[in-house]
C-alpha cells in the first residue's frame, strides 16, 4: 500500500514545499555555474532507466567543463571538474533538479539511484530487481557508502531497499543523507573523481 500509494503522494507534498524553500539556492548556483563550467552549460540531462527499465531523461546540474585534448576527446573527469563544480557536487545540490523528475513521476525522493542504460543488460537477476521501484533522489545505498562502496555492495542494498520499502525507512534514509551532506562522505570512489564505470560481474 505505501510504495503503491502513500509514498507517491507524500513525495509531492515534500517537493513542493522543498521547491520553494530551495528556490534562491537553485538560483544562485545556476548563476555560478554560468560562469564555473566555461560556456558549458549549466543543466546536464540522460537517459536513465527508471521503474521496469523505462527510460526518461534525468536533470541535474553540470559540475564538469566540456574540456578536450588536442585529438577532441574529453579530459578525464577528474580535469574537467570545476572547484564549484566540486562544491556542488559534495553538498548534493546537483541533484536538486531532480526534484522536477519527482514531480514528473519519473523518480521518487528515495529509492535506488537511477544509473546508465548501458548497464541492463550486465546485471544479474537479483541486480535488475532495483528497477522494481522508482529511482530515488536519495537511496539506501547513497546513506550506506555512495560512490566508495563497490558496484556489488551498492546493488545489494538497492535490491534489500526494494524489499524493505516502508515510510519509516524512507524517513531514516532522508535524515542520513541531510547528515550525510554536512559530513560529505563518500562522494567519490578510491580510485576516481566520480565512480568507476560498472563493467559486469565478471
Known amino acids: ?41 549549466v543543466f546536464f540531462t540522460q537517459d536513465r532507466p527508471g521503474q521496469y527499465s523505462k527510460i526518461f531523461k534525468v536533470i541535474k546540474f553540470k559540475t564538469m567543463t566540456d574540456e578536450c585534448d588536442e585529438g577532441g576527446n574529453l579530459l578525464p ?24 523528475n519527482v514531480l514528473k513521476g519519473d523518480m521518487a525522493l528515495v529509492g535506488p539511484r537511477p544509473l546508465l542504460p548501458q548497464y541492463l543488460p550486465l546485471y544479474s537477476k537479483e541486480q535488475a530487481r532495483r528497477h522494481e521501484v522508482r529511482p ?3 537511496g539506501w545505498a547513497q546513506v550506506n557508502g555512495r560512490n566508495a562502496i563497490s558496484w556489488n555492495k551498492k546493488f545489494e542494498l538497492d535490491v534489500w531497499y526494494v524489499d524493505h520499502c516502508s515510510f519509516l525507512l524512507d524517513l531514516k ?30
Do not use: H, W
Not at 5 to 32: E, M
Not at 77 to 100: A, H, N
Not at 179 to 184: A, I, L
Open 1 to 41: 500500500m505505501y510504495s503503491l500509494y502513500i509514498k507517491r503522494f507524500i513525495d509531492l507534498i515534500i517537493v513542493f514545499c522543498a521547491l520553494v524553500i530551495i528556490g534562491p539556492i537553485l538560483l544562485f548556483t545556476t548563476i555560478f555555474l554560468c560562469f564555473a563550467n566555461k560556456g558549458a552549460g
Open 77 to 100: 573527469d577528474e580535469k574537467r571538474l570545476t572547484k564549484m563544480g566540486k562544491f556542488v557536487r559534495s553538498t548534493s545540490i546537483d541533484e536538486l533538479p531532480q526534484l522536477f
Open 136 to 138: 530515488g533522489i536519495t
Open 173 to 202: 534514509i532522508i535524515f542520513l543523507t541531510i547528515k550525510k551532506v554536512f559530513v560529505r562522505e563518500g562522494i567519490s570512489s578510491d580510485t576516481s573523481a566520480t565512480m568507476e564505470p560498472f563493467t559486469g560481474n565478471n
